[in-house]
C-alpha cells in the first residue's frame, strides 16, 4: 500500500505570509494526489486535484507542485480564513490513503 | 446546488451494528462514484471506501481496516448511499464523511472527493 508522509506536522504564520506543505508518497502515484482544506468541526473542503488542479472556485493562492513522489501546497498571502489544517490524499492506486495533515496557527 | 447529507449516525455497542446513510442532490447520483471518509475525534481522516457507478456494476473497494466488517451500497432511484457497518468497534468511533467523485475537467482528470457532506457521529461503546 501506499503511504503517505507530509511535513511539517504544525507551523506558525502570519497573516501575509506565504507557507509551503510537504507530502511525499512510498512509491509512483503518477499526479493522484489531492489537497484538502479543514476548519474545526467542518467538512473537509477540496483545493486541488491531480496534483496541481485546482477545483472550480477555489483561490489561485493555492498551487500545487509535483515532483516526482513528491508534492507541495504553497498558500500564498495567508489570511485568517486560511488557519486550518490541510490534508494531502493519494487515488491510485486503491486503498487510498491521507496524509497525516499539517495545522496553519497563526502567530 | 451539490448537496450531500449523512445521517444514521448513534451510539452502539462493540460488535453490533449501524447504517449511515448519505442522502444526494442537486445532480444525477446515478453517474458518481461515492466515498466514504471517517475521522476519529481529533485524528486525522481515514478513507473507508469507495462506490462505483451502475456502468461500472456498482462494484466497492475497501481500507484494509474496514474489509469484511462493512459494506457499501447505494439506491440511485433514491438518491442514497449507505454504509452498513457491521462487528463494529471502539476504534470505528468517528465522524463519518460522504463525498462525490465529479466529472471530468477538459483533460480528462477527475474532480475526486470535489463535495462532502457534513458528516454524522458513530459512537462505539464498550
Known amino acids: 500500500d501506499v503511504q503517505m508522509t507530509q511535513s511539517p506536522s504544525s507551523l506558525s504564520a502570519s497573516v501575509g505570509d506565504t507557507v509551503t506543505i510537504t507530502c511525499r508518497a512510498s512509491?509512483?502515484?503518477?499526479?493522484?494526489l489531492g489537497w484538502f482544506q479543514q476548519i474545526p468541526g467542518k467538512a473537509p473542503k477540496a483545493l486541488i486535484y491531480?496534483?496541481?488542479r485546482l477545483y472550480p472556485g477555489v483561490s489561485s493562492k493555492f498551487i500545487g507542485v509535483r515532483s516526482g513522489t513528491d508534492f507541495t501546497l504553497t498558500i500564498t498571502s495567508l489570511q485568517p480564513e486560511d488557519f486550518a489544517t490541510y490534508y494531502c490524499?493519494?487515488?491510485?492506486?486503491?486503498?487510498?490513503?491521507f496524509g497525516p495533515g499539517t495545522t496553519v496557527h497563526i502567530k | 446546488e451539490v448537496q450531500l447529507v449523512e445521517s444514521g449516525g448513534g451510539l452502539v455497542q462493540v460488535g453490533g451494528s449501524l447504517r449511515l446513510s448519505c442522502t444526494a442532490s442537486?445532480?444525477?447520483?446515478?453517474?458518481?462514484?461515492m466515498d466514504w471518509v471517517r475521522q476519529a475525534p481529533g485524528k486525522g481522516l481515514e478513507w473507508v471506501g469507495r462506490?462505483?457507478?451502475?456502468?461500472?456494476?456498482?462494484?466497492?473497494e475497501y481500507a484494509a481496516s474496514v474489509k469484511g466488517r462493512f459494506i457499501i451500497s447505494r439506491d440511485d432511484s433514491k438518491n442514497s448511499l449507505y454504509l452498513q457497518m457491521n462487528s463494529l468497534k471502539t476504534e470505528d468511533t468517528a465522524v463519518y464523511y460522504c463525498?462525490?467523485?465529479?466529472?471530468?475537467?477538459?483533460?480528462?482528470?477527475?474532480?475526486?472527493?470535489?463535495?462532502w457532506g457534513p458528516g454524522t457521529l458513530v459512537t462505539v461503546s464498550s
Open positions: 442537486g445532480f444525477d447520483f446515478s453517474d458518481h462514484y
Open positions: 512509491q509512483d502515484i503518477d499526479n493522484y
Open positions: 490524499l493519494h487515488y491510485h492506486p486503491y486503498p487510498y490513503t
Open positions: 463525498a462525490r467523485r465529479g466529472g471530468r475537467d477538459s483533460s480528462g482528470f477527475f474532480h475526486d472527493f470535489d463535495f
Open positions: 491531480a496534483g496541481s
Open positions: 462506490g462505483r457507478d451502475k456502468a461500472h456494476s456498482h462494484t466497492t
